[in-house]
C-alpha cells in the first residue's frame, strides 16, 4: 500500500505531499486539474515509464528541467521509501530507503499497478504495437527477467540496425548482435506464448461469469517454426541480405502481432465498439487476476489505477469490475463527481483544484 505521495514538478504538480491511510481512493475535480498525473505518478513509480506518453520528458512541469516522484511503501513485513528523480539531460537516480539503486530492473515492480483507462480500448482497436505493449508490461511486472530480455534485445536491435545502414558493416559486430537477439528472442517469444494461452483462459472465464456465451482468442502471430535459439541464430542470419537492403530488421519480437478474436470475428476490423469496450476491460481485469494469483504472498504490493471507467459499465460489467478489483491491496479513482456507488462509501476522498489537493 502506498501511505505518502511526494512529487516535486511532476506535470502540474510544482510540490505536492499527500498522505492515505484508505484502501480505496478517490480523486475528484473537474477535467484538466491533475487528477490523472497522479495515477501517472504512481504508475511511473512502479515501472518509470508513463501509461499515457513514451516520452519521459513530457512528465516534467513545463518549464522545468527535472522532476520527483517519491513513495512510502507499505508491504506485508517491512516498509520502503522508494524515489526517482530525473534531472536536465535526462540523468535518473533511483534510490530505495536512500540507497541508490543503479539498475532499473531492481527498482521496477517494488510496487505492481494495474491501470485501467479510457484508452484501453485502444488494445484492441488500434495498430499492433499497442498490443505488443500490453502483453509486454503484463508479462514485465510478473517477470523482471522478461523486462531484462527486452532490454537486450532492444539494445542489439538497434545496432543490428546501425550495420545494416552501413556500407561497410562491421560483420563480426553483426554476429555478436545477433548471438544476444537470439537468446533474447527465444525468452521473449516463449514467454508471450504463455501468457497468450494463460490471458485468453482469464478473458473467457470473467465473460462466463458475466453470463456472455461469446468465446475469446488470441493468434499470436510469431514467424518462427520451433523455439531455440539456434534457430533465431540461423534466421537472423539467413535474412541479412534482404536487411542490407530493407536497413532494418525485419524479423523478431518487433514484428510480432498478438491478433483478437471475439465470437470468431477479428476484432480490430469487424468488432463494434461495445465488444472492443468489453473486451479491453476483460483484458485488464484478466492481467489483475493473473498479477494477484502470481503474487499472492503480498496482494498489498498490488495496485489499481482507474482514471474515470466506471461510469459508462452496466450493472452486471460495475458488480464484475468492482469484485475483480477488490483483490487489490489498494485502489486509486478518478471521478469529476462524487460516485454514489455503494462501493465508495468508505473511501478516502480527495479534491483537486489545478494541481492542489485537498482531503475532504
Known sequence: MIKRLLLNNFRNYESAEITFSSRNIVFSGRNGQGKTNL????????VLRSFRTSKTGDIKKIGCNSFYAAADVRKKKWAEFIEVKYSEGGKRRLSIDSSPVLKASEFINQIRVVVFSPDDINIVTSNSGIRRRFMDMLISVIDPFYLNALRDYGAAL??????????????ISMDAYEEIMAENCFKIIKERKKYTDILIKEVNRLL?????????GIRYRAEIKNISIAFFREKFKNERSRDFKRGFTA???????????????????????????????CLKMAKLKILCESDCSDLENVLVLVDDVTGELDEIMRGMFFKVISRAGQAFFTFTEKPDFDFFKDCEYYNIVNGEVKKK
Not at 471475439?262 to 468489453?278: D, P, T, V
Request: charged share 20%; aromatic share 12%; hydrophobic share 45%.
Open 39 to 46: 495515477l501517472e505518478a504512481l504508475f511511473f513509480l512502479s
Open 158 to 171: 538497434k545496432n543490428r540496425n546501425a550495420l545494416l545502414r552501413d556500407n561497410k558493416a562491421d560483420l
Open 208 to 216: 462466463a461469469e458475466m453470463g456472455n456465451g461469446n468465446i475469446f
Open 251 to 281: 524479423f523478431g519480437p518487433q514484428s510480432d502481432e498478438f491478433e483478437l478474436f471475439f465470437s470468431n470475428i477479428l476484432m480490430r476490423s469487424f468488432a463494434s465498439a461495445g465488444q472492443c469496450r468489453l473486451i479491453s476491460l
